[in-house]
């Protein structure tokens, strides 16, 4: 079974910057994708970012949506099987538990992301932005 384990959340005010990680367990081939979803007390949960491990161009390979593009950069790190989500520039809005998910199938090249296509998913983590 594929999970995910989110680490890095936390507080920060107007402008901050934080970086969340995601490691993901239970994958028996090393080519994935993994998203960052979110979601606010009261909204639908919303997909920000996604990265496909596997070899192709980042032009393929990376979603952002056009509320997060430019302000987050979402990479694969050292360790295995786990994905970076830096925050630079947060705002009040970016406020929301923010879940990774994990699925060995992906639909390439990547473009705006469904929960029901992930089957991996962490526990969320909580970021918060004030003033």
């Known amino acids: 079974q594929v999970r995910a384990v989110e680490s890095g959340g936390g507080s920060v005010q107007i402008g901050g910057s934080l970086r969340l990680t995601c490691a993901a367990s239970g994958l028996t081939d090393s080519r994935y994708c993994m998203a960052w979803f979110r979601q606010a007390p009261g909204k639908e949960r919303e997909a920000v970012a996604a990265i496909y491990i596997g070899g192709l161009s980042t032009r393929y390979s990376i979603y952002y949506s056009d509320s997060v593009k430019d302000r987050f950069t979402i990479s694969q790190d050292n360790a295995k099987n786990t994905v970076r989500l830096q925050m630079n520039n947060l705002q009040p809005e970016d406020t929301a538990m923010y879940y990774c998910?994990?699925?060995?199938?992906?639909?390439?090249?990547?473009?705006?992301?469904?929960?029901?296509?992930?089957?991996?998913w962490g526990q969320g983590t909580q970021v918060t932005v004030s003033s």
């Open positions: 998910a994990v699925d060995r199938l992906c639909t390439l090249p990547l473009g705006e992301q469904r929960s029901a296509d992930y089957s991996g």
